[in-house]
């Protein structure tokens, strides 16, 4: 019996089906099975898209995903030689309610050190919602319908009557656009990149007193009696400042700082581990 030769399209539409499977077990690894999974997928998807890209491999940078999985400033950073040279905070809603969440969040400078993005369908409904003085949005070129299907898939129900139709609408276009195209080599990078551990970029934090969100830089060993850089989202710098009492409550750290920058005592609670 004659052996027919698989057509083309058939081997790219599998390996991008396989690629996107890998990529909705380890969203539901990191965040667990909850509805809002979809933004998780789109942080994967746009990790493997900055470590795809030629120009990126050939300078020695590699993206990852920030160790916490709700953190408030930055999803995904950008490493070359173990130095930072890019932050990324990532957007998957298209509701009105989801689009005023991200502007009210971007004037209060919560996304200052990080490079807006989102994705196709989110990016242009809020860059028509800002004004001339607002932070743009930049798009991923990964389209909503898709990381609502990956998300689907991978046993989310998404809380959307449109599910099955926007299904239906990316299965269509994944025939024909070009990262589908790329998904059969995509997937042996994204089974590399995701046995790469995640990293402690930063940690965040909130000062409920002042009123705003704190960073601590991973280079910091948060211990009492030691001085730290933390960043102020609130004024736009890194203040200097003595750890002199840290707690742990549940989930929580607490620490008690003294800011060298302002010259008061401040209390942060930080994210947990």
């Not at 046995?195 to 930063?202: E, H, Q, S, V």
């Not at 750890?243 to 003294?258: P, Q």
């Not at 302002?262 to 994210?271: A, F, V």
Request: hydrophobic share 30%.
């Amino acid at each position: 019996m004659a052996r027919t030769r698989e057509h083309p399209i058939s081997s790219v539409n599998t390996g991008n089906e396989l690629y996107q499977d890998t990529i909705g077990a380890e969203a539901l690894a990191r965040a667990g099975n909850n509805k809002q999974l979809k933004g998780v997928v789109h942080e994967l998807l746009f990790r493997d898209k900055l470590n795809t890209n030629p120009a990126n491999i050939h300078e020695g940078k590699t993206a990852v995903l920030t160790k916490n999985p709700t953190a408030h400033a930055v999803d995904v950073v950008q490493m070359k030689d173990g130095k930072c040279v890019g932050r990324f905070q990532l957007k998957d809603t298209t509701s009105d309610s989801g689009v005023r969440d991200t502007l009210s969040r971007t004037r209060s400078h919560q996304y200052r050190s990080a490079k807006l993005m989102g994705t196709e369908e989110t990016t242009q409904k809020y860059n028509a919602s800002i004004s001339a003085n607002d932070k743009r949005m930049e798009s991923t070129g990964i389209s909503s319908k898709r990381t609502g299907r990956i998300a689907d898939n991978a046993g989310v129900n998404s809380p959307s009557r449109d599910t099955f139709l926007n299904n239906m609408q990316d299965v269509g276009s994944c025939a024909v656009d070009s990262f589908c195209v790329g998904a059969a080599i995509s997937a042996v990078f994204a089974i590399i990149f995701s046995l790469m551990p995640t990293i402690a970029l930063a940690w965040d934090g909130y000062d409920y007193e002042a009123g705003n969100f704190v960073e601590i830089e991973k280079d910091n060993l948060v211990r009492s009696g030691r001085d730290i850089e933390i960043y102020d989202y609130n004024s736009g710098e890194f203040h200097d400042v003595h750890v002199n009492d840290i707690d742990r409550y549940g989930s929580n750290v607490e620490l008690d700082v003294y800011d060298y920058t302002t010259g008061q005592t401040r209390t942060l609670e930080m994210d947990g581990d």
